[in-house]
């Protein structure tokens, strides 16, 4: 009796505990990503392309590292770490599988406002010269350093906290209008900032609002005192990488290994500053001296926390929207998904754990990221394999660094930014899709460009709220009565075995970036129920064909699908009467919906498309130049689709 019991109480038990151990795998899946990934990397496949991109990616992260860190007012030696241990734990926590995190030049921006405010460079006189034990840097260093991993410890708890309170579902309003003019506007400053370097000026610290054009009035006033060699050494490096980069995206289908012309121009600046000793001979600045090695974990000084608190606003919100894209942008180019949530969390550790490693404030970079496509890296291995490469630059290459002049480091980072600053040709695309959205990111841009990146951010996050809300109201929609009314008006007849589902869906209200999501996601699972339900019916060889007039209404499926006929090929027809208005992310989603249904041998038809939302599809990217896909009504629809396919004679069926 004891021995039933005792089995009794242990299959209880088990009960009790198994599905909480298969819970707790799956939640260790979801929070780290590597364990999805890892266990099925194919060495054969995509260890050759993840190499080759890891290498040319380590030379971007030393190059950025260094310059980064110089634009973040810090020793050079602190961009090289954070150029390391950022990537090493966005590549476990983080779902881009094609983003490159490290040192970003937005964020080194805005904690350099804090390094300059709380240890100004008049205070360097006042501190201790000695060296500390450290890294073999001044005190002076160190503070500066402390100030920027204090940003970014709390910059990184501020996105942890976003992470545990659900806030990546509120990433809808972040539009890519705004996305585009704030990152445009950033990399403006970045490329002002650089001025002084490339022009070999010595100049003032100069930053708050208006700074922009009073850096660029200090630099007419001063113009006398512009080095001529280090105006032409910055040109040739120009122009050399531009010319290099355009060869090699030219001819990348022809040529296996793209020619790394940051590492050779690097190597040839160093050593022919080196060997003319150009530091002294026309006063041209270098880097300077890099200790090796990593010092042992310090904590921030949590003294400056309380100061620096508007800086790390700025670095989480600014560093996570400009990685979010990136992240998506890469989920959407190699069709897997992204959970935004999770974007937080990895940014956050990314920051938090790094800042007790002397490392300046981090985030993903486009110009990085675009070099892992151009590369054919294929997951995060490629960016683990850049940091062993820079870990053996901190060890051993690192103080052959000391002759590279600072005119040529500029001229990289100003030429890796030409993925952000042509993003001014999305102006043309805005004005022929929606002019209110070219109004956000011409206003957004302006706001950045007088203020800061995080101020432009919070006006185009306002003003398209704003301009929303005011719109919304207006848009005509039809009512719950009417809709129930028309739902089965329209019906198609088949004689034959062969039956052919015709499903006709009506979007009832705008299509913008509030309710795109949520209307590709419900009209997906219709699809997908429709699928089900065809492999549940196989063995029926004749049925009634129904029809689907089933609303969206804010996105959102109100009637339940009709079961369909099992057929080798469904037609899908969207009554667009409902759209009174759009943006480009409404149009976009509608494209990407076209291009699904295609992929899943659903043939789709617009019907009551205006000749606005008609013209602003081409300029987003036509679903087919061949085939008719907008009608002027869902008759002309319903007769195109007949013609095409022989269906039989179609009967009882009114206009909706």
């Not at 996570?320 to 989920?331: E, K, T």
């Not at 000391?402 to 600053?421: F, N, Q, R």
Request: charged share 15%.
């Amino acid at each position: 009796m004891t021995g039933a019991k005792r089995k009794k109480k242990s299959m209880l038990w088990s009960k009790m505990h198994t599905p909480h151990c298969e819970d707790f795998k799956q939640w260790c899946r979801r929070r780290l990503p590597i364990l999805e990934w890892a266990p099925q990397y194919n060495l054969r496949e995509n260890l050759v392309p993840d190499t080759m991109s890891g290498i040319m990616l380590a030379v971007q992260q030393v190059t950025q590292g260094l310059a980064f860190a110089i634009l973040s007012s810090v020793h050079p030696v602190f961009g090289l770490y954070g150029s390391l241990f950022p990537a090493i734990i966005y590549a476990i926590f983080g779902m881009g599988r094609h983003v490159a995190t490290g040192t970003f030049a937005l964020t080194s921006l805005i904690s350099a406002n804090a390094v300059e405010r709380l240890v100004p460079l008049s205070s360097q006189n006042l501190t201790t010269q000695s060296n500390t034990s450290i890294v073999g840097l001044s005190d002076f260093e160190m503070q500066r350093i402390g100030v920027a991993a204090a940003v970014s410890f709390l910059g990184g708890v501020i996105q942890v906290a976003m992470f545990v309170l659900q806030l990546g579902s509120a990433t809808f309003l972040l539009t890519e209008p705004v996305i585009s003019a704030m990152t445009t506007g950033a990399a403006t400053h970045v490329v002002t900032s650089q001025v002084k370097y490339l022009l070999g000026m010595k100049m003032p610290y100069i930053s708050g609002p208006l700074g922009f054009f009073y850096i660029y009035a200090y630099v007419f006033e001063n113009i006398k005192s512009v080095r001529l060699e280090a105006l032409l050494l910055s040109l040739l490096s120009i122009v050399v990488l531009v010319l290099v980069k355009e060869l090699n995206e030219q001819f990348k289908r022809k040529i296996k290994v793209v020619l790394p012309v940051d590492l050779v121009l690097i190597i040839a600046a160093s050593f022919a500053c080196y060997c003319t000793n150009m530091e002294i001979t026309y006063g041209l600045e270098v880097v300077g001296h890099i200790p090796k090695g990593i010092p042992p974990p310090r904590a921030p000084p949590m003294n400056v926390l309380s100061a620096v608190i508007t800086e790390a606003f700025g670095v989480a919100l600014v560093g996570y929207v400009a990685s979010l894209a990136l992240a998506q942008g890469s989920a959407k180019k190699y069709k897997y998904s992204v959970d935004d949530n999770q974007e937080f969390l990895a940014h956050g550790l990314s920051n938090v754990i790094p800042s007790f490693f002397f490392c300046i404030p981090s985030a993903a970079a486009m110009g990085r990221t675009a070099g892992l496509y151009s590369t054919g890296a294929k997951t995060q291995v490629a960016c683990l394999i850049s940091c062993v490469l820079v870990l053996i630059v901190i060890y051993a290459i690192g103080p052959l660094l000391y002759w590279l002049p600072m005119c040529v480091l500029a001229s990289i980072i100003v030429v890796g930014l030409k993925g952000m600053l042509i993003q001014f040709r999305d102006l043309k695309k805005y004005w022929n899709v929606d002019k209110i959205d070219w109004g956000i990111w011409v206003s957004t841009y302006v706001f950045t460009i007088c203020f800061a990146a995080n101020v432009g951010l919070l006006f185009g996050v306002v003003c398209t709220i704003a301009i929303v809300i005011g719109r919304f109201p207006r848009a005509k929609t039809l009512s719950i009565k009417n809709m129930k009314e028309m739902e089965f008006k329209v019906k198609t007849e088949t004689d034959g075995e062969t039956l052919q589902q015709v499903k006709i869906i009506s979007i009832n209200n705008p299509l913008v970036f509030l309710n795109a999501k949520k209307f590709h996601a419900d009209l997906m699972n219709i699809i997908q129920k429709e699928n089900a339900n065809n492999q549940l019916l196989d063995d029926i060889s004749k049925c009634e064909q129904n029809t689907l007039l089933n609303s969206l209404s804010n996105g959102n499926c109100n009637e339940e699908a009709s079961q369909p006929c099992p057929s080798e090929k469904s037609f899908l027809i969207l009554d667009c009467s409902g759209v009174t208005f759009f943006d480009y992310s409404g149009v976009s989603m509608l494209v990407e919906v076209y291009m699904d249904c295609k992929n899943r041998s659903v043939e789709i038809s617009l019907a009551h498309c205006t000749a606005s939302l008609i013209k602003a599809m081409k300029y987003c990217g036509n679903p087919d130049s061949e085939n008719p896909v907008s009608f002027e009504s869902v008759s002309a629809a319903l007769s195109n689709i007949c013609s095409n396919k022989n269906l039989s004679k179609l009967s009882d069926h009114s206009e909706v």
